[in-house]
């Protein structure tokens, strides 16, 4: 149907709704407590219409976003039109729309005149909700229960006002209350921003113009999604890719998909991928949602406007009881952080057979999950801390990958070593780019980081939560794989204990973590990188003289730092026949 909305308005409108959720954003992060909420701006802010359609969004968290407007559908099925002006739902359960539990959704309704128009809602990662560890993303878990409080569904804030007692109920299960509540006050903060925001252009525009833009926006976002996706050839693309171990045993977990493309239409179908485990690697469906939508969004053209528009043409099947649809209560802390990631790396791999100059060499492939906490010994009060770790963007046709970076469903950022300082019993000693750890490929792999740091308390409880220990992120086209991740502990007699990407241990004061992230993979043969790259490569200190030689075929005199392009010319070619045999 023709908008009743002129071009101009629906331009203005459609900036004004995604700037308010950027503006949300913005009020969230410094009214926030945490380091991990405003320093690492782990959360993510949206707009939906009166029935619960995404609308708008900022350019925030990929998993928390895909999966947030499944959480709004599922939160209001359940309330339906008893949410009044006013009012707030809190949810985390991640079977009724979540992602994990320490994901916390505040879903507000925007009422013009007494007419709901639309509804804002943000989504923060709480860095303890209770559960086994501090942090509560412990990998050894066997069930939901252990991971955290579960919230369902309920009204925090009931006419403007904060229910004290569902606060003080949440707050009774979590190891740190006032940062929690802090935290929570500013998610309030920013819901009530967006709701005012609305009611602004509603009283500017009128709420019907308001509303027809909403609905234009999304037929127009239809319209440019369609006219990409028939730009993919048709056909059917296959591919799998592996999860190491699941926290409790040491099989890896096969997830397989295979994309079909028939005009204007896509099917994404996950038949075939292994059933849901006993660890916490499991992915509610919301999560496995918001990996499809990523990558779409990823091969297409990322200034169309994202909303529900951009997802209409996509058909998702997924087994009920795997591990991307896990049954209730199949624990899921993993499965937004770490299965999130495999499932993005399986979806490029399949479509780089379709579209392969728009789809990446494999990412890190893990968010690197540090979460450590104790008792502070003056206060005698808990404390957390949680941080994901940057590693390396896989090479990309014409471009290296890029180093030290958050990949794919999280993009988060670097969390300051001065802030964590100030904050929490914890001295840093390391921070730097890992040397040949990406992938060698025509367009080399970004490179992992090494961060370490020593603890200043008596003890506490460290818990690891990653991926990409033992299979290497891989590259794509003749490129080459990129370091696998490690993580170490150096005890105060110099003894170094070698852990598993998935652990729960204790430390004492003096021990040394050691995060090693994994690089990014490469991109084409490395045999055709230009000489000239390798040589600022290892002026950088990214690549090693050897591996300039292994991988690269190129020689460089270590004396004067240059390039024999003669010697490197020979070997090259060598090397190429070597290949050819």
Request: net charge neutral; aromatic share 6%; proline share 6%.
């Amino acid at each position: 149907m023709r908008s009743r909305v002129s071009p101009l308005t629906l331009e203005v409108l459609r900036g004004a709704l995604t700037y308010t959720a950027e503006e949300m954003g913005i009020s969230l992060r410094k009214s926030a407590y945490s380091p991990n909420i405003k320093e690492r701006m782990d959360y993510s802010c949206a707009i939906f219409d009166r029935e619960g359609r995404l609308v708008a969004q900022a350019e925030h968290i990929p998993v928390h976003l895909g999966s947030m407007a499944y959480t709004v559908k599922m939160c209001l099925e359940r309330f339906g039109e008893t949410l009044h002006e006013g009012d707030m739902l809190i949810s985390n359960d991640p079977y009724i729309g979540g992602t994990h539990l320490p994901d916390i959704t505040l879903i507000a309704p925007a009422y013009h005149g007494g007419r709901l128009v639309a509804y804002v809602a943000n989504r923060a990662h709480h860095s303890d909700v209770g559960g086994r560890a501090p942090g509560s993303l412990a990998g050894d878990v066997t069930e939901l229960f252990q991971e955290g409080i579960i919230i369902p569904p309920v009204r925090l804030v009931k006419g403007g006002a904060i229910d004290r007692e569902i606060a003080e109920l949440i707050m009774s299960n979590v190891r740190t209350p006032n940062v929690r509540m802090g935290d929570l006050r500013a998610q309030v903060a920013a819901n009530n921003l967006g709701v005012r925001r609305i009611i602004e252009l509603a009283d500017r525009y009128g709420a019907e113009t308001l509303t027809s833009a909403m609905d234009a926006v999304m037929d127009y976002s239809e319209r440019r999604i369609r006219a990409e996706i028939d730009k993919i050839p048709d056909g059917v693309y296959e591919a799998e890719d592996y999860l190491e171990d699941t926290g409790i045993d040491e099989k890896p977990v096969k997830i397989r998909v295979k994309v079909e493309v028939k005009g204007s239409n896509i099917k994404f179908d996950y038949t075939g991928t292994d059933g849901q485990v006993d660890g916490p690697v499991n992915a509610p469906v919301g999560v496995t949602i918001s990996g499809v939508y990523f990558v779409l969004i990823s091969i297409t053209d990322p200034t169309i406007p994202i909303n529900d528009g951009c997802f209409r043409p996509v058909k998702l099947i997924v087994p009920e009881g795997c591990i991307l649809n896990p049954k209730r209560p199949a624990p899921v802390a993993g499965g937004n952080v770490e299965t999130s990631q495999r499932n993005v790396d399986v979806l490029f791999k399949a479509l780089a057979k379709a579209v392969p100059r728009r789809v990446c060499a494999a990412g890190q492939g893990t968010m690197n999950n540090i979460c450590v906490g104790g008792l502070d010994p003056d206060t005698g009060k808990p404390w957390t801390f949680y941080e994901t770790v940057a590693g390396g963007f896989g090479g990309r046709y014409g471009m290296d990958g890029v180093d030290g970076v958050h990949v794919h469903m999280t993009n988060t950022m670097n969390t300051p070593i001065e802030a964590i300082e100030a904050s929490y019993p914890i001295r840093f000693l390391t921070y730097k780019f890992r040397a040949d750890s990406g992938g060698p490929g025509r367009w080399r792999g970004g490179c992992g980081v090494e961060r370490s740091w020593v603890l200043l308390a008596p003890s506490a409880t460290l818990s690891i939560f990653a991926e990409r220990t033992k299979i290497s992120p891989w590259g794509l086209f003749g490129g080459k794989p990129g370091a696998k991740g490690e993580y170490l502990i150096r005890k105060a007699d110099g003894k170094t204990i070698k852990l598993r990407s998935k652990c729960v241990v204790k430390i004492e004061r003096g021990d040394i973590l050691i995060v090693k992230t994994p690089g990014g993979g490469g991109y084409g043969n490395p045999l055709l990188r230009d000489p000239n790259l390798v040589l600022k490569d290892v002026l950088d200190g990214l690549v090693s003289l050897e591996s300039a030689r292994r991988d690269y075929g190129v020689v460089i005199d270590p004396k004067d730092m240059k390039v024999n392009l003669e010697e490197t010319e020979r070997l090259r070619r060598s090397m190429l026949e070597r290949t050819a045999e």
